[in-house]
């Protein structure tokens, strides 16, 4: 059995720090955060560097969240999600971190419930779809309406 840390234990901290903070408390595996990775490489941080950074510790990303409000209907912000997701999918692919965590949001609640489950239904198989280009698991966590 591994041990893991999520990645709200470590919040608000950085990318780097957190995957220390990680390997000091002993853990074999860490959750990170989209916005963290996404930091990272906003500053002009490569990939590498986070390759390298890996390659320095014994503790490894087991997974990344959370993607939200999957179940978004379909037009520009599904698509800037989407365009993202599949960013994110190719770096996580790159350290090898096998998972990602997806959540449908709350923006539906005040519609029918078939409606609801309908675009959650879409959302996750567009993420599916994507996720499967990159051989990455998909974890799926409902929102307070499911």
């Known amino acids: 059995m591994k ?20 390997e000091a408390a002993g853990y074999d595996a860490v959750e990170l955060r989209t916005y963290m990775v996404a930091d990272f490489l906003a500053q002009g941080h490569t990939v590498k ?7 320095s510790v014994s503790v ?11 179940d978004m209907p379909e037009g ?19 350290i090898k971190c096998p998972g990602i ?12 419930w078939p409606f609801i489950c309908e675009q959650t239904a879409k959302g996750l198989q567009g ?6 280009e990159y051989d990455m ?3 799926y966590e409902p929102s307070d309406l499911l």
């Open 137 to 139: 698991n998909l974890v």
């Open 76 to 94: 520009p912000e599904r698509d800037e999600m989407i365009a993202d997701f599949r960013r994110t999918c190719e770096v996580m692919r790159e």
């Open 60 to 70: 490894r990303p087991n997974l990344i969240g959370a993607v939200q409000d999957i």
């Open 49 to 55: 560097e986070l390759l390298d950074k890996l390659a």
């Open 101 to 112: 965590h997806v959540c449908s949001g709350d923006r539906l609640g005040s519609l029918d």
């Open 127 to 132: 993420l599916v779809d994507v996720a499967a």
């Open 3 to 22: 041990r893991g840390i999520t990645a709200f234990a470590l919040e608000p901290i950085d990318l780097v720090t957190s995957i220390e903070v990680a």
